[in-house]
């Protein structure tokens, strides 16, 4: 398995950024095959964090080829705002280490708007909660046919009439909505000012992988949110608009499937959610307050607070399951230390039936009781540990019986923020 998928497999927020960066070491190439600038991961290198939404984890590394996919959806001026934000920092993102798909769609001013003023208007209880930076519309856009992509920028001729058809959809909504029209200049001019920026990195994505998965590279697919979010598989309508399993690791790239190789599952020893849904096993007690305190628990994008609670193994198992999971890293256990008892979601009880899924029925997911299993917690640290040997005894039996809960093995273990603090059971790129 020469390649290696990681996606998250609760609600996001798992700590994808660390175990990718980790991972990417190993890697030649690292692809964002889904999500947008609504993603955030948060990079912790010899004490400096850099602080990614768009870009691939593998930009912060000298010599690994990054691509971002054509299933992303892509601002053209969030990209140049993030990419001067990170070479401040002293990290270089030139052409020759950055290519973006040539199909993806653009995220445009106009999908922002719509995106805050439906969040805005919508009433009580109806909320997504989304980040409002134009995600769903953009994508609606693209199933719709009439996305201007970014393969567009390198033909300003033909910018007028794909804007004109994009328009003829987003007028009407907007009077709709009681917002004035957009004019066809604007969003031309919104686009040919960044264009210049954007063309130097244009490829065919599909290609590129082709060749380099030819030549022996290995490739590491980072997912952005988790499985938990995924349009279809996810708490609809609590959730973000593309695909998040792995499966859309091949369709969001252009490489075959057969090419994935090692699915890796990022999963917190606790859970967490950002924005509004279903959450059967939060706590919001003192116990919710001590894991999003001692986590650090806030959106890397929005900064908003992460609602917390136990590690739901029912919604892990699913995950495994829907994604093809090889292997987990287990983030974040430090969190749990010093915990008198632990407690673990092993089972849901609906209308008085027990049963072991997440039911597909927003009426159904709010009507479920969570199953508890408690555990003695441990008084000794965790924090740091880099093997099995450093564990306390009862946070390695935590480990094992949530390996047997979600039927997936722990592949690696992670106990703090920096990179070198992680327990390594198997190398995912491990052929």
Same mark, same amino acid.
């Given at each position: ?21 980790w991972l990417s070491e190993r ?5 964002? &095959? ?44 969030? &990209? ?18 950055? %290519? ?8 445009? *001013? ?8 439906r969040e805005n208007n919508a009433?009580?209880?109806?909320k997504i909660g989304t980040t ?26 033909? =910018? ?6 994009? =328009? ?8 709709? =909505? ?13 686009? $040919? ?5 954007? $063309? ?34 996810? $708490?609809?309508? &609590? ?19 057969? *090419? ?18 279903? &959450? ?72 008085? $039936?027990?049963?072991?899924? =997440? ?27 880099? %093997? ?44």
């Amino acid at each position: 398995m020469g390649n290696v998928v990681v996606v998250g497999s609760q609600w996001g927020d798992e700590g994808k950024g660390k175990i990718v960066d980790w991972l990417s070491e190993r890697a030649d190439v690292v692809v964002r &095959f889904q999500g947008g600038h609504n993603a955030g991961h948060t990079l912790v290198i010899d004490g400096v964090s850099y602080k990614l939404s768009l870009l691939p984890s593998g930009v912060v590394r000298s010599g690994k080829l990054s691509v971002i996919g054509n299933g992303v959806v892509f601002d053209p001026h969030a &990209f140049v705002a993030e990419r001067k934000r990170l070479e401040a920092q002293g990290v270089s993102i030139s052409p020759a280490s950055l %290519r973006i798909a040539d199909n993806a769609s653009l995220i445009l *001013s106009l999908h922002r708007e719509l995106d805050a003023t439906r969040e805005n208007n919508a009433g009580t209880g109806t909320k997504i909660g989304t980040t409002g930076r134009g995600i769903g519309p953009a994508y609606e856009d693209k199933v719709g046919r009439r996305a201007i992509r970014v393969m567009d920028l390198a033909h300003p001729e033909s =910018l007028p009439e794909r804007i004109e058809r994009l =328009l003829a959809h987003h007028n009407p909504l907007r009077r709709g =909505l009681g917002q004035p029209e957009i004019d066809a200049a604007t969003i031309l001019e919104e686009l $040919t000012s960044v264009a210049h920026e954007i $063309t130097p990195f244009i490829d065919r994505v599909w290609r590129l992988l082709d060749q380099r998965r030819k030549a022996g590279d290995r490739i590491l697919f980072e997912g952005a949110q988790g499985t938990l979010l995924d349009i279809d598989h996810g $708490t609809y309508p &609590f959730v973000t608009s593309s695909n998040t399993v792995a499966g859309q690791a091949a369709a969001g790239s252009g490489l075959g499937p057969s *090419s994935l190789g090692f699915v890796l599952g990022i999963t917190k020893a606790y859970t967490t959610r950002v924005g509004e849904g279903p &959450f059967p096993s939060e706590q919001d007690n003192e116990v919710g307050r001590f894991l999003g305190e001692k986590g650090r628990e806030f959106g890397t994008v929005t900064g908003r607070k992460r609602r917390c609670g136990w590690f739901d193994a029912v919604l892990v198992r699913q995950a495994v399951a829907l994604n093809g999971i090889h292997g987990l890293a287990l983030t974040k256990l430090d969190v749990l230390d010093g915990l008198d008892e632990i407690k673990i979601v092993v089972g849901y009880r609906l209308d008085g $039936t027990v049963i072991d899924y =997440l039911p597909a029925s927003l009426a159904e997911q709010r009507r479920i009781e969570p199953i508890y299993e408690t555990l003695e917690g441990w008084k000794d640290t965790t924090a740091g540990a880099r %093997r099995w040997n450093d564990l306390p005894a009862q946070a390695v039996k935590y480990v094992r019986h949530i390996e047997e809960l979600v039927e997936a093995p722990v592949t690696l273990l992670s106990t703090s923020p920096e990179r070198d603090d992680t327990i390594l059971v198997r190398d995912p790129f491990q052929d």
